[in-house]
């Protein structure tokens, strides 16, 4: 489904990918880890469309997508959940969710089944339906981020560390939500500090350090690998 091939991204002087390659299948649930500063949210901006390329390229469903414009890849089926959440703070629950329906509501299409899917997938998001962004709680904050990429109707959905400020229970039932997306069919590629959650829901991961990936595997494999569980598993 997606292929990215040497992608380099420089930030000024300084590149931020140093010839970045990796590939998510179809149905895959893919995490991307690393410290903070390796290039993970970096990657996920490029996928998007919001950092500019040096070389490289970047193929969807076997198109490339390296010129594309953001909401172009939008409506072609890729979502991003960002890291902060990025909801906006001043309207409810349910007009942050319905603002990700843009591209295809132009259509004259419903919007009623895609919102009981999230309201099903997020108790919570259905009972602070009328609230204001800003009176959220941080987990619930995260849900809605996630629960407005899905309304984008995505075949991948890109999340940047959802886990992200939350507390340990809080992460750990985000995480549970995130499995059960993947266990539906949805293609997922997520970035995380949290190693022990993201390898929890991955199929496969990519270990990125310095801007370039170093280890790649199946989930279960890099769990046991002694430098990922030295560096990143804390044993």
């Known amino acids: 489904m ?10 000024g002087d300084i590149l931020a990918l140093q010839g970045v390659s990796l590939n998510v299948n179809a149905g895959e649930a893919i995490a991307l880890i690393g410290a903070n500063g390796a290039g993970k949210t970096t990657l996920l901006h490029t996928i998007s469309g919001l950092n500019r390329i040096a070389s490289g390229d970047i193929a969807f469903e076997d198109m490339s997508i390296a010129n594309w414009s953001t909401d172009r890849r939008v409506a072609k089926g890729i979502a991003h959940a960002p890291e902060g959440r990025r909801i906006f703070p001043g309207l409810s629950v349910e007009e942050n969710l319905t603002l990700a329906t ?9 919007i009623a089944a895609d919102l ?3 309201f099903e997938l997020f108790p ?7 609230q204001l962004g800003w009176s959220l709680s941080g987990g619930e904050q995260q849900m809605l981020a996630i629960g ?11 999340l ?17 939500r995130v499995k059960l997306i993947g266990e539906a069919g949805l293609t997922i590629l997520v970035v995380e500090q949290n190693t022990v959650l993201a390898l929890s829901v991955a199929d496969r991961a990519y270990v990125l350090e310095n801007g370039r990936i170093v280890l790649e595997g199946p989930a279960d494999e890099l769990k046991n690998n002694a430098r990922v569980r ?6």
Do not use: I
């Open 102 to 110: 843009v591209t295809w509501r132009k259509w004259g299409r419903s």
């Open 2 to 11: 997606l292929a990215c091939r040497n992608l380099v991204v420089a930030h």
């Open 160 to 176: 940047d560390e959802p886990s992200l400020g939350l507390a340990p229970r809080l992460a750990e039932e985000v995480y549970e």
């Open 230 to 235: 030295e560096a990143y598993l804390g044993r």
């Open 148 to 158: 407005r990429a899905l309304m984008a109707r995505p075949k991948l959905l890109l």
């Open 124 to 130: 919570r998001l259905k009972e602070r339906r009328r």
């Open 116 to 118: 009981e899917r999230v």
